[in-house]
Structure formats: structure tokens, C-alpha cells
């Protein structure tokens, strides 16, 4: 996932935006498939509670 998709995730999530919304979210402002879009989210996700930026599910 890019460095500016990262960004957008990170600042959706500080809005308080569930997972299920901000998968919606971007669907519709990037030009990315379903599989691909959860997949990279998830990884994202992964990497953030890993670090302990995120902690729980969003």
C-alpha cells in the first residue's frame, strides 16, 4: 500500500470510521478491486497493531 493510502487509512481511522465503512471508503476513492483493497487493509491493520499504533479492531 502506498505511503498517501497509508496516510488517508491512518486519518479515517482518527475520524473513528469502522472497518467495514473505511473498506467501503476506499473502493470508492481508489481504483481497486474488493480482494485486493481488504487484503492490503488488513496487512495494513496488521502492521499498525504490531507497532502498537492501533490497538483492538477498528
Do not use: H, P
Not at 473513528?16 to 470508492?28: K, P, Q, R, S, T
Not at 487493509?41 to 502498537?52: A, E, M, S, W, Y
Amino acid at each position: 500500500m502506498f505511503l498517501g493510502t497509508s496516510k488517508f487509512i491512518w486519518e479515517q481511522i482518527g475520524f473513528g470510521i469502522m472497518y467495514n465503512e473505511l473498506l467501503d471508503i476506499l473502493l470508492d476513492e481508489y481504483d481497486v478491486e474488493y480482494k485486493k483493497a481488504k487484503k492490503d487493509l488488513d496487512k495494513l491493520l496488521k502492521k499498525l497493531k504490531k507497532i502498537r499504533l492501533l490497538e483492538g479492531d477498528i
